[in-house]
T-cell receptor, first 116, second 115 residues
Framework: NAGVMQNPRHLVRRRGQEARLRCSPM?????VYWYRQLPEEGLKFMVY????????ESGMPKERFSAEFPKEGPSILRIQQVVRGDSAAYFC??????????????FGPGTRLTVL | GENVEQHPSTLSVQEGDSAVIKCTYS??????FPWYKQELGKRPQLIID?????GEKKDQRIAVTLNKTAKHFSLHITETQPEDSAVYFC??????????????FGQGTILTVHP
């Protein structure tokens, strides 16, 4: 059973470009979370999605950031007009719908975004 | 919103010693408390978790204790080994009555185990 997949693993963008990060949850999982980790800091929640729905986007900046989890295909975190402060590791995690009421979040390997 | 404080930020121990990391949280409704280990450049991996209806949980050399009244929980690693060197994060989930919800993470503890 493949784990959570993220691509690309490394992404370099110039200021003003768009960054598109992809996350494929574990097989059978329908809940996806995105977190951002700045260098030498903890993980900060950005957005929680289920298939075709954004459940909680309280941690996502209102400007330039958007996320989706379509019926088919991976979840995508999109950052428009990137700035140097967007440089970070972006992790997604997924949970399933079985196994009790407190479901472990399984993390992907992350995408390390560098903005030049 | 939830606020999680983690201490210490760095911890250095000799191989074989014990290591203790503590976290406090602010929302008394929080109900799930996982601990993650993150090696350099790698993904966070769950090492142990505890639910709000349990006071203590142990898995081999790792244990977690929870004090709901005081709103703090701790990670205990006994007989530390150099392979335990990593960054450890506590996290808290307040699912608000549902099974799902975001994790709020502590700031992390850099654990170094010297041979």
């Amino acid at each position: 059973n493949a784990g959570v997949m993220q691509n690309p693993r490394h992404l370099v963008r110039r200021r003003g470009q768009e960054a598109r990060l992809r996350c494929s949850p574990m097989k059978g999982h329908s809940h996806v979370y995105w977190y951002r980790q700045l260098p030498e800091e903890g993980l900060k929640f950005m957005v929680y999605l289920q298939k075709e729905n954004i459940i909680d986007e309280s941690g996502m900046p209102k400007e330039r950031f958007s996320a989706e989890f379509p019926k088919e295909g991976p979840s995508i975190l999109r950052i428009q007009q990137v700035v140097r402060g967007d440089s970070a590791a972006y992790f997604c995690a997924s949970t399933g719908t079985s196994g009790g009421t407190y479901n472990e979040q399984f993390f992907g390997p992350g995408t390390r975004l560098t903005v030049l | 919103g939830e606020n999680v404080e983690q201490h210490p930020s760095t911890l250095s121990v000799q191989e074989g010693d014990s290591a203790v990391i503590k976290c406090t949280y602010s929302d008394s409704a929080s109900n799930y408390f996982p601990w993650y280990k993150q090696e350099l450049g790698k993904r966070p991996q769950l090492i142990i978790d505890i639910r709000s209806n349990v006071g203590e949980k142990k898995d081999q050399r790792i244990a977690v204790t929870l004090n709901k009244t005081a709103k703090h929980f701790s990670l205990h690693i006994t007989e530390t080994q150099p392979e335990d060197s990593a960054v450890y994060f506590c996290a808290v989930k307040n699912a608000g009555g549902t099974s799902y919800g975001k994790l709020t993470f502590g700031q992390g503890t850099i654990l170094t185990v010297h041979p």
